[in-house]
């Protein structure tokens, strides 16, 4: 076992969706967990390299991957990007609403467990997803540049 679990690869899992039997998940195999930042700074340089450090992430190619989904396992290859795609049919109808899924890789160190979700609609089989981030947040990211040079 690695003395540092940030030197462990990491299992981003998205939100995934489907409709009574149909089901797909997304998500994607890292190097390592993603840094978090424990001190903030006003500092502007601290900052933007904590900002371009969370843009040079490393993906894992072609990686055996498992899904855990209601007594069920079913495998996959991470593709040459590090993303990882489950698509598949349930054995059973499965109720409307989300549902607890768990994706996980194994290597030489053990095992890494990725934890989500996936959405099932009611009746109407329609889910409407919005991006919220480009519906009402204002990003300022314009202005960094402008700043740095004055």
């Known amino acids: 076992m690695s003395k540092h679990p940030q030197d462990r690869r990491f299992v981003k899992i998205y939100h995934g969706y489907g409709h009574m039997h149909d089901l797909l ?7 390592r967990k993603p840094v978090a930042r424990k001190r903030y700074s006003n500092n502007i340089f601290s900052n933007l390299l904590y900002l371009l450090r969370l843009f040079f992430v490393k993906t894992v190619p072609l990686a055996p991957v498992s899904l855990e989904w209601q ?3 079913f495998h996959n290859k991470t593709e ?7 698509e598949w ?3 059973g109808p499965v109720p409307a609403g989300w549902h607890a ?3 996980q890789y194994q290597d030489d160190k053990g095992i ?7 959405f099932v609609p009611h009746k109407t089989q329609y ?6 981030d480009d519906t ?5 990211s314009s202005t960094v540049f402008r700043r740095m040079r004055l």
């Open 25 to 31: 998940l997304y998500g994607h195999l890292f190097e």
């Open 71 to 73: 007594n069920e396992t």
């Open 80 to 86: 040459a990007d590090g993303f990882i795609k489950f």
């Open 89 to 91: 049919k349930s054995q």
């Open 101 to 103: 899924v768990e994706v």
């Open 112 to 118: 890494v467990t990725g934890k989500g979700e996936l």
């Open 127 to 132: 889910g409407f997803i919005s991006d919220i």
């Open 136 to 140: 009402i947040m204002i990003s300022h």
